[in-house]
C-alpha cells in the first residue's frame, strides 16, 4: 500500500504543476524539494531572476526612453550590482511566498530533502540534517531539471568566471564581459549587461546562432547588438580560457586570437540532475547529457507508472512547456486522457531588444515547398511606436499562399514576448490571413503592427487583380481600332 498517490522530485515548474494538478483530482501528494526553498531553477537561477534582473536594467538605464532622449539618457548614473540584486531579491520572495501558499491550500506535502529512487515504488529522502525518510508512491513524477554545463577545462572561480547561476551574485558590475555560447541564456545575459554599457564579447563556435529564430529577425538582432557595441565571434571556437595575473579571463580562440575581459560568462547548455537518483534501481538509462528519454505524448519513462516531465527530459527546456508537461504527466498518471498539446508553442527570448517567434521560419517553409508570402510591419510604422520613441523593432508574418493560412509569426523589438500570442492564437486555430485584414485592432497600440504586416502580404500576393477602370469615351475613341 503506498504512502502517497504521488511523488513529485523537483519543486520547478514541472513538478510544481505535476503535484497541483495531481492534488486537485484529489490524489495525496508529496514533493521532496533538495533546494531550501520551493520553485526550482526558474524562480532561484533561471527565468525569474534573470528576467527581473533585465526588467531593473531596462529601468534604471533609462533604455525604453533613450530613442526619445538621446543615447547618453540615464535614470541613475552609477548603477552598482547591489541596485540590481534588491528588486531580484524582492521578487523572488513574493514567488516563493505564492508557490507556498498554493502548495499548503491544495494539501501538497513538500519534504525538503533530497530524493533516490530505492526501487520503482520507493523514495529515500535526505534531509540537510541527515534524516532520511522512506516512502511508497503508486506513481512519481521526475522533476529535477538541470545544472548549468561546467567543464574541467573552464576556471571557474565565483569571482571572474561564472555560470549562468552564479552569474546572479556578481558583486560588482565589471567594465568588460566575454560570453561563452550564443544560445539563450549566453545572447540574454550579454544584451542585458551591454545595455549597462560594459564592454560585451559574445563567443560562439558555430557558424551561426539561435538557429531556430527566423534568419531575417537574426540579422535584425545582430545589426541592433553591432549598433549597440556588442561584439560577435561567431565561428570561434574556445582553445582554453586562463586567467592572467591581475586573475582577469583571458579565452583563447582556435584562430589565435584572444579576448581578455574583467569577468567571463560561460554559457554552453545544461545537464540533467540525474546522476544521484539511483536511476539504475528502476532501470531507467540517461543520454550523455543526463537526460531521460519519454514517451512524448504520454510523458512515460520506461517504467509506466515512473514520468519524466521539464528540462530534464531535453528540448525546448522552457518554464512554460515544462509546466505544460508536469500538468499533462499527472493527468496522465490517473487516467484523465489530456488532449494533445497544440502543434504550435511560442518561444521568447528576452534579449534586449526581444524576440519571439511561433510558428514556421521563411527557412522551414522554403524547406518544405510550401508556396507562401511574407509581410512585414517596423514598429516605427506604428503610432504607438512613434509616441514610444522606438526606432526599432519589426514583425515578419509568414501566410500559405494556397491556403491563406497564418505559418509563423516572427518578432524582434520591445513588447515582442507579449504581442506574439496573438499570433499564436490565429496560428493553432488555423486562422487565415481574412483574420488580420477583416478584424479591427486597438489605436494606437504595437499590434497594429499584425495589421500592417498582413496588408503588406495582401497587397504582395492575395488582393485580386482589379480590372482597370474604363476609360473616358473621348479616349477611347481615339484608341487605334483593335487588329
Ligand atoms: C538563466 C535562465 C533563464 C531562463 N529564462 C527562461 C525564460 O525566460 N522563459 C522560460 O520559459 N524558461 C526560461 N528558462 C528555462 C526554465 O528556467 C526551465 O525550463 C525551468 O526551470 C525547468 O523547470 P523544471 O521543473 O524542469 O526544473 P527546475 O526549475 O530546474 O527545478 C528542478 C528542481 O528539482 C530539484 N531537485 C533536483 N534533484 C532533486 C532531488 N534528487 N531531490 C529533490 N529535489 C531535487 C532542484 O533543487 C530544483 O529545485 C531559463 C533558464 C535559465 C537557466
Ligand atoms: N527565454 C527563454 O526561454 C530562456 C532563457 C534562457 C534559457 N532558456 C533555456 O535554457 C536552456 C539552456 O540554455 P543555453 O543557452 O545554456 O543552452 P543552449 O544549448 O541553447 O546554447 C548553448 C550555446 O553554447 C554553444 N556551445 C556549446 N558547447 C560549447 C562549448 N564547449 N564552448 C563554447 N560554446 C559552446 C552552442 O553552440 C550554443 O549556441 C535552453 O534550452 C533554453 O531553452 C530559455
Known amino acids: 500500500m503506498a504512502d502517497y498517490d504521488l511523488i513529485v522530485i523537483g519543486s520547478g515548474p514541472s513538478g510544481r504543476r505535476a503535484a497541483i494538478q495531481a492534488a486537485k483530482l484529489g490524489k495525496s501528494v508529496l514533493v521532496a524539494e533538495k533546494h531550501r526553498q520551493v520553485g526550482g531553477v526558474s524562480v532561484h537561477t533561471g527565468t525569474i531572476p534573470s528576467k527581473t534582473m533585465r526588467e531593473t536594467v531596462l529601468n534604471l538605464t533609462g533604455w525604453r526612453e533613450r530613442g526619445f532622449y538621446g543615447r547618453s539618457y540615464r535614470v541613475k548614473k552609477d548603477i552598482s550590482a547591489a541596485d540590481l540584486l534588491t528588486r531580484g531579491a524582492k521578487t523572488l520572495e513574493y514567488e516563493v511566498d505564492v508557490l507556498e501558499h498554493q502548495f499548503s491550500r491544495n494539501h501538497v506535502q513538500i519534504v525538503a530533502g533530497e530524493a533516490r529512487f530505492l526501487g520503482p515504488h520507493d523514495i529515500e529522502i535526505t534531509r540537510d540534517d541527515g534524516d532520511v525518510e522512506r516512502h511508497k508512491a503508486a506513481r512519481v513524477v521526475i522533476a529535477c531539471g538541470t545544472r548549468p554545463f561546467r567543464p574541467a577545462y573552464i576556471p571557474f ?229 512613434h509616441i514610444m520613441g522606438l526606432k526599432s523593432g519589426m514583425m515578419k508574418m509568414i501566410f500559405s499562399k494556397k491556403t491563406r493560412r497564418l505559418l509563423g509569426v516572427h518578432i524582434v523589438g520591445e513588447g515582442a514576448t507579449e504581442l506574439i500570442h496573438i499570433g499564436q492564437a490565429v496560428l493553432n486555430l488555423k486562422g487565415t490571413i481574412d483574420y488580420f485584414m477583416d478584424n479591427t485592432f486597438n489605436y494606437p497600440t504595437l499590434a497594429e503592427a499584425y495589421k500592417i504586416a498582413s496588408l503588406d502580404a495582401w497587397n504582395r500576393a492575395f488582393a485580386p487583380v482589379a480590372a482597370p477602370p474604363p476609360l473616358p469615351a473621348e479616349a477611347e475613341a481615339a484608341l487605334p481600332a483593335a487588329q
Open 157 to 385: 572561480n565565483d569571482k571572474s568566471v561564472f555560470d549562468s547561476d552564479e552569474i546572479l551574485a556578481i558583486e560588482r558590475l565589471p567594465r568588460s564581459l566575454t560570453v561563452i555560447g550564443a544560445g539563450v541564456i549566453g545572447v540574454e545575459y550579454a544584451t542585458i549587461f551591454s545595455a549597462l554599457d560594459v564592454a560585451v564579447t559574445l563567443v560562439e563556435p558555430r557558424a551561426s546562432f539561435l538557429d531556430f529564430v527566423d534568419k531575417e529577425v537574426i540579422e535584425e538582432f545582430v545589426h541592433e547588438l553591432r549598433d549597440h557595441n556588442v561584439s560577435i565571434r561567431l565561428g570561434s571556437e574556445v582553445k582554453s580560457v586562463t586567467l592572467d595575473a591581475a586573475g582577469r579571463p583571458v579565452c583563447e580562440i582556435a584562430s589565435g586570437r584572444s579576448v581578455t575581459s574583467d569577468v567571463l560568462l560561460f554559457a554552453a547548455g545544461r545537464v540533467g540532475e540525474t546522476e544521484r537518483l539511483n536511476l539504475g534501481a528502476v532501470g531507467i538509462t540517461c543520454d550523455h547529457r543526463g537526460r531521460i528519454p519519454v514517451d512524448a505524448k504520454t510523458l512515460q519513462t520506461v517504467v509506466p507508472h515512473i514520468y519524466a516531465a521539464g528540462d530534464v527530459i531535453g528540448f525546448p527546456s522552457l518554464a512554460s512547456t515544462s509546466m505544460e508537461q508536469g500538468r499533462l504527466a499527472a493527468c496522465h498518471a490517473f487516467g484523465l486522457e489530456p488532449p494533445a498539446p497544440p502543434e504550435f508553442f511560442p518561444y521568447g527570448i528576452y534579449s534586449v531588444p526581444e524576440i519571439s517567434t511561433v510558428g514556421m521560419t521563411e527557412e522551414e517553409v522554403l524547406k518544405r515547398g510550401i508556396p507562401y508570402e511574407c509581410g512585414v510591419a517596423r514598429f516605427r510604422e506604428t503610432s504607438r511606436g
